[in-house]
């Protein structure tokens, strides 16, 4: 892709979107619910498969921080991106509150590969590469960012009709866990595509597994199927 074509590597209609979320971002009763119940998982996942205490992690796509200030208060040196101006002024204000250290950025993860290849221990992208128009562009930077040995932890949503079911039909219309239209059944990713993606951005992939939302109780696990929701390591060659 052409610099050009990756610094445009964005929906503003899903920048508006998600940016209209972010004076509640922080409300676990809020839009953003299932979302807080995905995080301790989606951190387990990481700390499962490098240590983060001193760690120079990127967080890309960070939205209102949650992830970003999990990883800080686990002994993590935090740089987070995004492209929403509403959501990086919440998640700023809310790490100033909570004394937790972020650099939050709003950039483009292409712009700052191009900035600063090489420059992380581990680059982690949830939930953000069925929303961008081209997912390998996204994949291709974060990997350029690590270095040799470091590992890229990644979310997204699988398609299938067990996906469309839960993630559209009974999240946004049934049980309206979240907003209607969060979600486009067109840009879900199949793990094949995802190793693809991760193939031709010379990236080792060492585990796929599914995160399963649990809403009577609002919490999710790490699961064996990668039905619906997943997860993805992978590792850059080299040394450790």
Request: aromatic content about 6%; some cysteine; glycine content about 8%.
């Amino acid at each position: 892709m052409s610099t050009a074509a990756a610094d445009n590597n964005f929906s503003q209609a899903e920048l508006d979107k998600f940016g209209a979320l972010a004076q509640r971002w922080w409300d676990p009763e809020g839009p953003q619910k299932p979302l807080h119940a995905l995080n301790p998982a989606r951190l387990g996942y990481v700390t499962a498969r490098m240590p983060l205490a001193g760690a120079r992690v990127l967080d890309v796509g960070c939205g209102g921080g949650l992830l970003s200030e999990a990883m800080a208060g686990a002994g993590a040196e935090v740089t987070a991106l995004d492209l929403s101006p509403a959501l990086v002024r919440v998640a700023r204000l809310h790490a100033k509150e909570s004394g937790v250290q972020v650099d939050y950025r709003e950039q483009s993860v292409e712009s700052l590969a191009a900035e600063a290849p090489g420059s992380f221990d581990a680059v982690t992208c949830m939930e953000m590469l069925e929303h961008v128009p081209d997912p390998a562009s996204v994949v291709d930077a974060c990997a350029r960012l690590l270095r040799p040995g470091g590992r890229l932890f990644l979310s997204t949503l699988n398609r299938t009709p067990a996906a469309f079911a839960l993630a559209i039909l009974g999240a946004e219309y049934i049980a309206r866990l979240l907003p209607r239209g969060t979600h486009q059944y067109r840009d879900f990713i199949r793990p094949s595509e995802l190793g693809a993606m991760l193939r031709a951005a010379g990236m080792e992939l060492e585990d796929v597994s599914g995160l399963a939302y649990e809403p009577w109780r609002n919490a999710a696990r790490v699961i064996r199927r990668p039905d619906v929701n997943y997860l993805a390591c992978a590792r850059k060659p080299g040394a450790s």
